[in-house]
């Protein structure tokens, strides 16, 4: 089998500059407007204030230009979009490569799970984004995450196509998850109501007996217990279906 998909995300974004935006020197000089700049202002717009803030006027304002001078550096807004996503999976925490066994290997798969969760855990609104953008999100930065988690479910044993549906339900998980821990879905905004623990018990006596635990759940204990809910399954999938042992190989697309 090949080695795991090696990682190189030198010079993914090039800085050009505004040649009317550009720093004079001395102290107090504005820094150059650039791509990147502004593309990093867009990001802490979305984490501080959600995926609405980030408008061109939004985004001009906090560099200190106006939104007219952005179109030296973005085409347009989805152009923006773009960049915040590849700004963001730039900073993926690529696990290291996994050992030769299948134990290894299962470990390597769950790294790669975690390794999405807290990408997405830092900038939660990119669920929103990744889920808006679907399929023209498709940047070598975003691309990279997932051949690697396809290349893991491959040399788990599955098929491609089944390698394919495992992401998608993986992928869904994991995303999910993020959404209901960091609040984007929140039970307690209501502001009071009853709490379940009123409930006629001879209605209700499944959702009574497990309403301790619900809401005593730890949010990292409840992800790795569904998480290895899914490792098994795979396992006894590709334990099925075990295609003729041949090497899945690396992608160009992640040197």
Request: hydrophobic share 40%; charged share 25%.
């Amino acid at each position: 089998m090949g080695a795991a998909p090696s990682v190189n995300l030198a010079s993914e974004t090039e800085m050009t500059e505004d040649p009317t935006h550009t720093a004079a020197g001395g102290p107090g000089a504005r820094a150059p407007l650039t791509r990147e700049r502004i593309v990093e202002a867009a990001v802490r717009l979305m984490d501080e204030e959600g995926l609405a803030a980030v408008t061109m006027r939004r985004v001009g304002r906090a560099v200190g230009v106006e939104a007219m001078s952005l179109y030296h550096h973005v085409r347009d807004k989805d152009d923006l979009l773009d960049g915040v996503v590849d700004h963001v999976m730039r900073g993926f925490p690529f696990p290291a490569e996994p050992g030769p066994s299948s134990e290894d290997l299962a470990a390597y798969g769950r790294a790669v799970a975690h390794a999405w969760r807290r990408t997405l855990r830092a900038h939660p609104a990119v669920v929103e984004l990744l889920a808006r953008r679907g399929r023209s999100a498709r940047s070598a930065a975003l691309l990279r995450p997932v051949e690697v988690a396809l290349w893991t479910l491959r040399r788990m044993g599955l098929s491609p196509p089944d390698a394919a549906r495992a992401f998608h339900v993986i992928g869904s998980y994991v995303m999910g998850s993020v959404v209901l821990e960091t609040g984007r879905i929140s039970a307690a905004e209501g502001g009071g109501g009853a709490t379940g623990h009123d409930l006629p018990p001879d209605a209700f006596p499944q959702v009574l007996e497990a309403l301790s635990y619900l809401d005593a759940d730890d949010p990292d204990e409840r992800f790795d217990f569904g998480l290895d809910l899914m490792i098994e399954a795979i396992r006894t999938l590709a334990g099925r279906s075990r295609e003729p042992e041949r090497d899945v190989g690396t992608s160009n697309a992640t040197r």
